[in-house]
């Protein structure tokens, strides 16, 4: 069994996505196949001795469409730049041309000249409504006459058979002499729906971009040290078992083990957590994180596509391709609509036929029946519900990316929280001051910490700092001040030798702490980090410091649990600190200590039992599960790949916005519902009188006019219904 990953350059819609996977599928020796519309990608397991690449590649380009080998992200990159860049021009340059048809057609205006004896208003209706239908409207001719190879119908063919009726029926009109001209109704579907399929790429062209900056994470050269000597290498030069110096401040260039020094590191990329973590002899260290203190040696034992790092962008890469593109609603209604549209004309032509014998009065009803049938407002239905309840989320921190976002919102029944910098601030604050000296106060004892880790750039040593500016404490002089790697800091104020460090340090110092140690516990079993301060070989203080939690956070839970939706902690904290969260929170179910992939592995297990699920994160780590997830809720105070790889983004970073997200979402999703309903209504109704013959331009025009209103003023009501949301 082989899977092969390619990119397919043409498609414009969901339906596309979905008519290249079924042929895929339909091949002899192909297991399974999976296209996704909004990376372009397809991806198929298949049998190497019934079938080949060529045959997948044949196929693809059968049903209209190019193929680009391989998967490079630059070149997919460029690819979705150049398309948004044509979309774009399409869609304005055809509502340019419109402009002038429309009001030419709605006014009655008669320009004071003639062209072949045609009166010039009529002749740049039909020049402008050719050049608009026939040229920027062709891809959905080109997309009919592919849904008719395979006896199918979608939008593109709705919209081609509307648009090509209306264009026919006047120009005939033209020819006759007639007075009935239906330009500026072809001319205006043609140039609304381009607008919309131009918001669409909007969205679609940030769908490789979280994998581009994943790939920007790692270092770019490292210290390799042979024959004791040492020289700065390329990553792609690193080969397993060489051995690299790492000094403060800089990446660690691959996963390895360290074979020298002491340091802290800053694991957050992977873990989610703000606190450093201390390393040492024979601890195991990642590429692309961060060395906050000491210098090291480590050995090499990971490079390349086997880092960390590169299972993370594989993991999101292959959860972009995997999920399913979802089947827009329109595609669906039209699905039905068209067949029964075009079994309508058949009858309508064949009936006056039959009836008046009338070749000529018989073809202009059944071409009334397809011009009235393609209603003017479907361009308007999701773009405009679409821009008020992205504009109304944008006002209150919700910003919605995608369209999908909105029809995955309404089925969720899991909402997963990450924990540091998602429901709680992110950053390590003092939470505890004790001193356990008569002679030292809790803020002198903060004074004495704060003075000496002033000089440190250690996120504790900021916490400390920072707690020091809050209590307006001066802070006094220090000297000989020395960073022990790994361990703390020490200086001298005043003459007086101070220390402040870790619990484990004091021990292995043999520093008597006994006494207060239950006390030490019990504040570690709350999630803090306890750092201790000593003068002389004396314990004189400790200070607890936590991730604390966002104000609002209870209330999202709240919220979230009231409406029936289930809440779960998934963190790559430690057992204690996620318990004492979620208990806090009222979080029932606890997953700690997991990793990137772990994270990922919940998403997908959770889904395999019927759930639809939603996770919020706000950092690199939480990128797979974030895309693995039927909705990807991004804390936009996070990362930017979390930004990126999430479809819906919190501005303000307030957990409280995930259940208001998620009205907010199922509101525009069925306001979207509502239009497409008022799009059809009036057209539909129409249809009986264009096929008895009792239609006419009035009609027509008010058919097209009532129905676009009633779903501009159904989606402005979105802003006044989200008020009552929460």
Request: proline share 3%; net charge neutral; aromatic share 6%.
């Amino acid at each position: 069994m082989k899977t092969i990953t390619f990119t397919i350059g043409g498609m414009h819609c969901a339906s596309c996505s979905v008519r290249n996977e079924k042929s895929l599928k339909s091949i002899d020796g192909v297991t399974n196949a999976v296209v996704n519309f909004a990376t372009r990608s397809a991806k198929v397991d298949y049998d190497e001795s019934r079938t080949s690449e060529h045959e997948f590649h044949s196929v693809i380009k059968k049903n209209g469409y190019s193929v680009i080998a391989g998967t490079d992200h630059a070149h997919m990159h460029a690819e979705s730049k150049k398309e948004h860049s044509i979309t774009r021009n399409k869609a304005f340059i055809s509502l340019i041309l419109s402009v002038p048809v429309l009001i030419l057609a709605m006014a009655g205006i008669r320009l004071p000249f003639e062209l072949f004896g045609i009166n010039g208003s009529t002749a740049v209706q039909g020049v402008l409504g050719s050049i608009i239908i026939l040229g920027f409207g062709w891809e959905f001719h080109s997309g009919m006459v592919r849904q008719l190879r395979t006896v199918s119908a979608n939008m593109d063919t709705l919209i081609s058979l509307g648009t090509l009726a209306a264009w026919g029926y006047s120009a005939w009109m033209l020819v006759l002499g007639g007075d009935a001209f239906y330009f500026e109704t072809g001319s205006i579907i043609t140039a609304l729906i381009l607008l919309g399929r131009y918001f669409e790429a909007l969205s679609r062209g940030r769908a490789s971009a979280a994998i581009e900056k994943l790939l920007e994470l790692g270092a770019k050269t490292a210290h390799r040290k042979k024959d004791g000597k040492e020289e700065d290498v390329a990553i792609s030069d690193i080969k397993v078992g060489d051995i690299l110096v790492v000094r403060p401040g800089e990446k660690i260039p691959t996963d390895g083990i360290i074979v020298a020094g002491e340091t802290h590191i800053d694991e957050s990329m992977l873990t989610g957590e703000s606190m450093p973590i201390g390393k040492g002899m024979s601890d195991e260290v990642f590429g692309a994180t961060m060395n906050i203190d000491g210098a090291v040696e480590m050995r090499a034992t990971k490079v390349g596509s086997e880092t960390v790092l590169a299972q993370i962008v594989k993991m999101v890469t292959e959860a972009q391709t995997t999920k399913a593109p979802i089947q827009k609603l329109a595609d669906t209604i039209s699905g039905i609509f068209v067949p029964i549209v075009i079994v309508i004309a058949l009858a309508t032509l064949l009936g006056w036929y039959w009836t008046t014998s009338d070749v000529s009065q018989s073809f202009l009803a059944a071409i009334a029946v397809l011009v009235i049938a393609c209603p003017c407002a479907l361009g308007l239905a999701t773009p405009t519900a679409l821009m008020v309840g992205t504009g109304t989320g944008a006002k209150r921190g919700i910003l919605i990316k995608t369209g999908e976002a909105l029809e995955r919102a309404k089925k969720i029944t899991i909402v997963l929280f990450d924990k540091t910098g998602t429901l709680t601030q992110g950053k390590p604050n003092v939470t505890d001051t004790h001193s356990v000296q008569p002679n030292i106060s809790p803020d002198e004892l903060l004074k004495i910490a704060g003075s000496l880790e002033h000089f440190s750039e250690h996120p504790l040593a900021r916490a400390v700092v920072k707690e020091c500016g809050k209590r307006n404490l001066t802070l006094y002089d220090v000297v000989k001040f020395t960073v022990l790697p790994g361990k703390g800091v020490q200086g001298t104020i005043e003459s007086d030798e101070y220390f402040v460090g870790s619990v484990r340090f004091i021990k292995e110092q043999g520093i008597l702490y006994e006494q207060w140690r239950s006390d030490m516990i019990s504040l570690e079993q709350q999630g803090k980090t306890i750092i201790c301060v000593i003068k002389k070989n004396l314990l004189i203080g400790y200070i607890g410091i936590a991730d604390t939690l966002k104000e609002d956070a209870k209330e999202a839970v709240g919220n979230l649990q009231s409406h029936g939706i289930t809440t779960m902690l998934v963190t790559g904290d430690n057992e204690g600190t996620a318990q004492a969260i979620a208990n806090v929170l009222g979080i029932q179910k606890v997953y700690a200590r997991v990793l990137p992939e772990e994270k990922h592995m919940i998403v997908a297990e959770l889904q395999k039992k019927g759930e639809h699920v939603a996770f919020v994160g706000d950092g690199i780590n939480d990128a797979p599960a974030l895309v693995k997830a039927e909705l990807g809720i991004a804390i936009g105070t996070g990362t930017d790949i979390a930004i990126e790889a999430g479809s819906i983004v919190l501005v303000k970073g307030s957990p409280s916005k995930v259940f208001e997200a998620l009205l907010l979402a199922q509101l525009t999703f069925k306001t979207i519902k509502q239009n497409l309903f008022w799009a059809f209504f009036y057209n539909i109704a129409a249809i009986p009188l264009a096929a008895f013959g009792l239609l006419n331009p009035i009609i027509a025009a008010g058919a097209m006019a009532f129905s676009s209103i009633s779903v501009i003023l159904n989606s402005l009501r979105i802003q006044k219904k989200s008020k009552l949301l929460v």
